[in-house]
Every structure is written in structure tokens, then in C-alpha cells.
């Protein structure tokens, strides 16, 4: 948690560059503005779990490893209730005492972290070289927890 409170007191650029987590590529995020970009357009609408799973984490194949057989299931029928407020599990997780995601609080949910350069625990996500997220992706995430993260 220190750490992460070093991060939000950190100033700098946004620098993104396209890759999945396995990939040597980086992906530079200053933390201050780790889960606290805002972008209008996205603010405005009201985000839902299917717009998550349809734009965010089907076409970056999260879906592929996280399905109905994994551990961590975010299939469209279960991925909502195994997210929100519900405490990170996994080996290099579970001790860190953070959320997969609280509602209203982008800064303080695994799941953004996940998705961004140097995770605070675990590797990044998705795993896969062939899938990115994208800064509108993220920001989407962002926007849906910020909003309460909405089933």
C-alpha cells in the first residue's frame, strides 16, 4: 500500500506503447494519473458490465484464460460478481489486501492495476503479445468503476 501511495504522489507524462503483458514492451503511466485520467465523452455515459466484457476484455482475450474453468471466471454470466468487492486472491495478490475492484474508486481496484505497466502485485494483464489494451480501453475501465462499476 505504501508503494501505491508513492506512485499517486508521482507527476509525469503518459506514455503507452502496444503490447500484452508478456511482451518486453513498456507501458509508462505516471501514478498520479494511474486510474485518475478522465476523458468527457466516457464520463458522460453510463458504462455497463456487458460494455466491460464486450469492448474491454473479449477483444484483449481475457477471456481466453479467465473463462468459466479458471479461477478467476470472467465469463459474462459471472465476471461482475467475482470482480466487485470482492478481495484480490492469487500467490503474489492476496497479501496486498486490495479489492478486483471497488466501486467509485478506480485508484484502489486490482483490475486497473492489472491492466497497466507494474502492476502492484503479479504479472500485467493480458497476458497475451497479441492483445493490448487500449488508453480508451483503460479509460473505459476507469470510467465504469468510477461510476460504481455497474452490473
Request: charged fraction near 20%; proline fraction near 4%.
Amino acid at each position: 500500500m505504501q508503494r501505491r501511495l508513492w506512485w499517486l504522489g508521482v507527476s509525469g507524462s503518459i506514455a503507452l506503447a502496444a503490447h500484452g503483458c508478456a511482451s518486453d514492451a513498456t507501458q509508462s503511466l505516471d501514478g498520479a494519473q494511474r486510474g485518475m485520467q478522465s476523458d468527457a465523452a466516457v464520463q458522460e455515459q453510463a458504462i455497463s458490465w456487458i460494455e466491460i466484457y464486450d469492448q474491454v476484455l473479449v477483444p484483449n482475450e481475457c477471456v481466453k484464460c479467465h473463462g468459466k474453468a479458471a479461477e478467476l471466471d470472467l465469463s459474462l454470466e459471472h465476471g461482475h460478481e467475482n470482480l466487485v468487492g470482492v478481495a484480490a486472491k492469487g500467490g503474489k495478490c492476496a497479501s496486498t489486501a486490495m479489492q478486483r475492484v471497488v466501486p467509485g474508486d478506480p485508484g484502489a481496484s486490482l483490475l486497473l492495476d492489472k491492466l497497466m505497466d507494474m502492476p502492484l502485485c503479479g504479472a500485467r494483464m493480458p497476458v497475451s503479445p497479441r492483445a493490448l489494451v487500449t488508453q480508451q480501453q483503460l479509460e473505459l475501465v476507469r470510467a465504469w468503476i468510477a461510476q460504481g462499476a455497474k452490473k
